[in-house]
């Protein structure tokens, strides 16, 4: 079955700067792949998502790219800021079942 | 729109004993999940629903687990008897009725549930 590998577990950055996060999947049937942010108390919450049929989506500060021959993809947060602080989970997921793969998340730490 | 409403916010109870959650989702969501997620781990899916059917419950330990979604709407999960390794928090999630939307979760804030 799929499998979702997320790293680094945990990365530290200055206020202001960018932060990247990385995801790898093991399925190549996986079409469907989001990023939730999930702070301390409160269930995860989707924050950018994008599809196989694209490369890369951008929302202000974030921005999702995808690479489908490394089966690998990645959320970058530019100008970070203390309400970035967080653990930050990628998934996967294919039509046939719409079920989401989960990678084991990353805690951004924001540091002013 | 109000967000998936899930209760109690927390729990403690002794091994053994039974314990239940109670979640609503989103009006006209059809599709409902229980999430079981471990201090410092991705969610793990126990149950999915679609409307009030069971979709996939093959990670539900079912020994002591039992969940249920009555008229396609509320749902509760229930554990019986409870063990230490089920402390966790309990996510509760829905997602749109709408093709494209289906794999947009939402979430609720969840059920700490601590075993001693």
């Known amino acids: 079955g799929e499998n979702v590998e997320q790293h680094p577990s945990t990365l530290s950055v200055q206020e202001g700067d960018s932060a990247v996060i990385k995801c790898t999947y093991s399925?190549?049937?996986?079409?469907?792949f989001p990023w939730y942010k999930q702070e301390l108390g409160k269930g995860p919450q989707l924050i950018i998502d994008i599809r196989s049929n694209v490369g890369e989506k951008k929302d202000q500060r974030i921005a999702v790219t995808l690479n489908k021959t490394a089966k690998h993809f990645s959320l970058h947060i530019t100008e970070t800021q203390p309400e970035d602080s967080a653990v930050y989970f990628c998934a996967a997921s294919m039509n046939s079942n719409y079920q989401l793969i989960w990678g084991a998340g990353t805690k951004l730490i924001i540091k002013p | 729109e109000a967000g998936v409403a899930q209760s109690p916010r927390y729990k403690i109870i002794e091994k053994r004993q039974s314990v239940a959650f109670w979640c609503n989702p989103i009006?006209?969501?059809?599709?409902l999940y229980w999430y079981q997620q471990i201090l410092g781990q991705g969610p793990k899916l126990l149950i999915q629903?679609?409307?009030?059917?069971?979709?996939?419950d093959s990670q539900l330990p079912k020994d002591r687990f039992s969940a249920e979604r009555l008229k396609g709407v509320d749902s509760t999960l229930k554990i019986q008897p409870a063990k230490l390794e089920d402390s966790a928090v309990y996510l509760c999630?829905?997602?749109?009725?709408?093709?494209?939307?289906?794999?947009?979760?939402?979430f609720g804030s969840g059920t700490q549930l601590s075993v001693l």
């Open positions: 399925d190549s049937a996986s079409n469907y």
């Open positions: 999630a829905s997602s749109p009725r709408r093709r494209e939307y289906k794999e947009k979760l939402f």
């Open positions: 009006s006209g969501h059809a599709t």
């Open positions: 629903f679609q409307n009030n059917g069971v979709v996939d």
